[in-house]
Nanobody
Framework: VQLQASGGGLVQTGGCLNL?????????????MGWYRQAPGKEREFLSGISTSGGTTSYADSVKGRFTISWDDMKNMLYLEMNSLKPEDTAVYYC???????????????WGQGTLVTVSS
């Protein structure tokens, strides 16, 4: 399994950014895909997950209402739409995959490389 995140960059406070993650090397029909981030000096934080069968989603309180996760099963692509960005959203963002939400939110089976998001004040 290979996950490759992209789309990071520099954005001003209040701006928006869309992250993408391409998934390959396996079937992704019954897994949970998600996003984490790690800010400097902090632990990696779960942000959001989506079931590839059914589309059930979960969000951390820190991003609920501002970020939207989606999955395109035709393209095997995971997305994270980020709005109303704040300086505290600055971090390296990672995509991940797990067999279910419990796995994704604790110890994902697979990780992509990170993409850096910087929100300037």
């Amino acid at each position: 399994v290979q996950l490759q995140a992209s789309g990071g960059g520099l954005v001003q406070t209040g701006g928006c950014l869309n992250l993408s993650c391409s998934a390959s090397g396996s079937r992704f029909s019954r897994v949970v895909m998600g996003w984490y981030r790690q800010a400097p000096g902090k632990e990696r934080e779960f942000l959001s997950g989506i079931s590839t069968s059914g589309g059930t989603t979960s969000y951390a309180d820190s991003v609920k209402g501002r970020f939207t996760i989606s999955w395109d099963d035709m393209k095997n692509m995971l997305y994270l739409e980020m709005n109303s960005l704040k300086p505290e959203d600055t971090a390296v963002y990672y995509c991940a995959a797990g067999g279910n939400f419990a796995v994704l939110m604790t110890r994902p089976n697979f990780w992509g490389q990170g993409t850096l998001v910087t929100v300037s004040s």
